[in-house]
């Protein structure tokens, strides 16, 4: 069956582009040139956590799966989209945000957070440190919605301020096998329809606590 729409979420990384404080920029180095070599090819050198990328248990919490462990077919599944761009930098987002959607969901969604932040992907300090994250309250419901992963499209699912990243460790342990995409982007483009067919699949590296993945939204 051949998709209406696709849909793509994912951020371009990009030589010493946008990264989480204090982590290395990513870097892109050619290093064969068809003229020279018959061939054009780079190395690639960024963390485990760089653009639109998924976060596996053990990025938080010991003893949980890293990115290999999680099963494959956990990756593809029904997502919805919470339109919450009405949410200021820097403020924080609760269990009553979330509640008026309720109705909507369905155990082992793949829930979607469109704050607006995705577009805003440049060097500042809006973009890097004021997005909107989820607070104890909203990761306690998701955990309680049965929904079986999450994403957003800023660069982290907590909030810049939380350096104990309470949000992720709640979701991490309060579901097996959960995973956290962050980074995403265009998530506003799906605000016209209720529901898609949400693919996200993460790099195969061995014991990684996260993984790049290219994530696309498809409408049938």
Same mark, same amino acid.
């Given at each position: 069956?051949?998709?209406? @729409? /696709? !849909?793509?979420?994912? &951020?371009? !990384? #990009?030589? %010493?582009?946008?990264s989480w404080p204090g982590a290395p920029f990513p870097e892109v180095?050619?290093?064969?040139?068809?003229?020279k070599d018959g061939f054009n090819v780079e190395i690639v050198r960024f963390t485990t956590h760089t653009g639109t990328h998924i976060d596996a248990p053990i990025h938080m919490?010991? &003893? *949980?799966?890293? /990115?290999? %462990?999680?099963? /494959?077919?956990?990756?593809v599944g029904e997502g919805i989209v919470f339109d919450l761009?009405?949410?200021k930098p820097g403020e924080k987002i609760? =269990? &009553?945000d979330l509640e008026k959607f309720r109705s909507k969901v369905k155990k082992g969604d793949i829930i979607l957070l469109c704050t607006g932040w995705g577009p805003k992907r440049d060097f500042t300090k809006e973009f890097i440190f004021d997005f909107p994250g989820l607070d104890e309250s909203g990761a306690r419901w998701v955990v309680? =919605?049965?929904a079986s992963a999450i994403g957003i499209d800023t660069m982290g699912i907590d909030p810049y301020s939380d350096q104990n990243f309470t949000s992720h460790k709640i979701l991490f342990k309060g579901k097996p096998n959960f995973w956290v995409a962050e980074g995403l982007t265009?998530? %506003?483009?799906? *605000?016209?329809?209720? @529901?898609?067919? /949400? #693919?996200?699949?993460? *790099? @195969? !590296?061995?014991?990684? =606590?996260?993984?790049?993945?290219r994530v696309i939204a498809m409408e049938f």
């Open positions: 069956m051949i998709p209406k @729409r /696709i !849909i793509d979420l994912t &951020s371009e !990384i #990009v030589g %010493q582009g946008v180095t050619r290093v064969g040139y068809l003229a919490v010991e &003893s *949980l799966p890293t /990115i290999d %462990q999680l099963p /494959i077919e956990g990756f761009r009405h949410k609760t =269990s &009553s309680e =919605s049965g265009n998530l %506003q483009k799906l *605000l016209d329809k209720d @529901r898609w067919l /949400i #693919v996200a699949l993460p *790099l @195969r !590296i061995t014991g990684a =606590s996260g993984a790049e993945a």
